[in-house]
């Protein structure tokens, strides 16, 4: 079987055994060769929008022996993909804004019960909010960290708009996952902690740095006393962003 990251592994074991894949951004292939090596998968069609990767997939997938398993198209998102192609998609590897982009221009790909497996590297709120707006319920998530990074993958299956007008997320859950909440997921548990240390340590900078504005204004150009005021906010907001992450752990 195909060795790749903790990563891609997490994305990967998310997929539903016999299912139809498209994998929306295929970049070198590592996904779709380790999930075609576990044998239980449909079809598989990788996709990217540069050459260059989808050459350099098409070379990894040749040499591991799965040309015959998985179909290589240069596709802008679900361009090149008809709808009764796949019935799951894997958007990995790039940020929230760009993934829900993709989702938007899909056109008539989506009908009831189609998966999305999406990994955003960045905005993760962001996708977690648009999805209900999409048609989509989040119905499963995973957390893991990889070299040092904290990845997380989000299970969204297509329901229909008119099921999911009332669906609607917290600040908290749309920034930390609403089933890795619900879950206690480890590693998103890790991640709260470090999440919390991160604010105490500015918050004691913070205060260091009132103490000093306190005994000498540094600046004649600001009054004083709202440089005092804008850090003492400061403060506060971290503080109440503390307790409102200690309340999910």
């Given amino acids: 079987m195909q060795d790749i990251s903790i990563r891609l592994k997490m994305i990967a074991d998310l997929v ?6 498209a994998d929306i951004g295929c970049d070198h292939a590592y996904t779709d060769i380790y999930l075609a090596s576990k044998g239980d998968i449909e079809a598989i069609i990788a996709m990217d929008l540069r050459k260059g990767p989808l050459q350099k997939a098409s070379e990894n997938v040749s040499m591991a022996g799965f040309s015959s398993k998985i179909e290589l198209r240069l596709s802008d998102g679900f361009e090149k993909l008809k709808r009764s192609e796949s ?41 977690r909010n648009y999805l209900p707006g999409a048609g989509f319920v989040i119905e499963d998530e995973e957390m893991c960290l990889d070299e040092g990074k904290y990845y997380v993958a989000i299970v ?8 999911t007008k009332d669906v609607h997320y917290s600040e ?13 997921h480890k590693v998103l548990m890790e991640y709260l902690d470090l999440e ?36 003492e906010k400061r403060i506060i907001f971290l503080e109440e962003e503390i307790q409102g992450i200690k309340a999910l752990i």
């Fill in 16 to 21: 539903t055994p016999g299912a139809r894949i």
């Fill in 87 to 127: 019935d799951t998609a894997i958007i990995s590897g790039m940020g929230g804004r760009l993934i829900t982009s993709i989702i938007s221009k899909a056109g008539d790909i989506f009908k009831e019960g189609y998966k999305l497996i999406l990994s955003p590297q960045t905005e993760l709120d962001i996708v």
């Fill in 156 to 163: 969204a299956r297509y329901v229909g708009r008119d099921k």
């Fill in 172 to 184: 908290n859950e749309a920034l930390y996952g609403p089933i890795l909440i619900r879950k206690k």
């Fill in 196 to 231: 919390i240390r991160k604010r105490e340590k500015v918050i004691e900078d913070l205060n260091l740095r009132l103490k000093k504005m306190k005994e000498q204004d540094d600046n004649p150009e600001q009054p004083a006393e709202e440089k005092l005021l804008s850090v």
